[in-house]
């Protein structure tokens, strides 16, 4: 006999969405029992002015909207997910900042200098 368990995979999408706690009970919602979840999302290491947080540009690159950590998870445990695992595993420094596709001329240097380390991809995992 098999068992299929149900596993949503989410890359940087999360991140995204203005509701998450909203997306991620959603994302309960319709797991099977012993379901899991894998997103892989920018999370925010340190805080940034609101300045960073409004640009566009930067909603669309997955940089604005990202939570800090200990939110996410909170964020998880609360909507009832278990055993999350959330792993900062690429730090954005500034230099790959100004790697990124997007206008630059629209951030100043201290804003770059407040972005340099502030956010990280990570692989974020919890099961129902």
């Not at 805080?47 to 690159?61: F, M």
């Not at 940089?63 to 609360?78: D, M, Q, T, V």
């Not at 596709?101 to 502030?118: I, W, Y």
């Amino acid at each position: 006999m098999s068992v299929f368990l149900f596993v949503i995979i989410s890359n940087c999408v999360i991140n995204l969405s203005e509701d998450k706690k909203k997306a991620l009970s959603e994302a309960y919602r319709v797991l099977k029992d012993g379901g899991r979840i894998a997103i892989a999302d920018v999370v925010s290491l340190k805080d940034v002015s609101e300045d960073i947080k409004e640009q566009a540009q930067l909603w669309a690159g997955c940089i604005s909207g990202a939570i800090k950590i200990e939110e996410y998870k909170k964020i998880l445990e609360e909507v009832w997910f278990k055993s999350v695992s959330i792993e900062p595993a690429y730090i954005y420094t500034k230099d790959i900042i100004t790697g990124l596709e997007f206008d630059k001329s629209l951030l100043s240097e201290d804003s770059l200098n407040q972005m340099d380390g502030a956010f990280a991809g990570a692989p974020i995992k919890a099961f129902k």
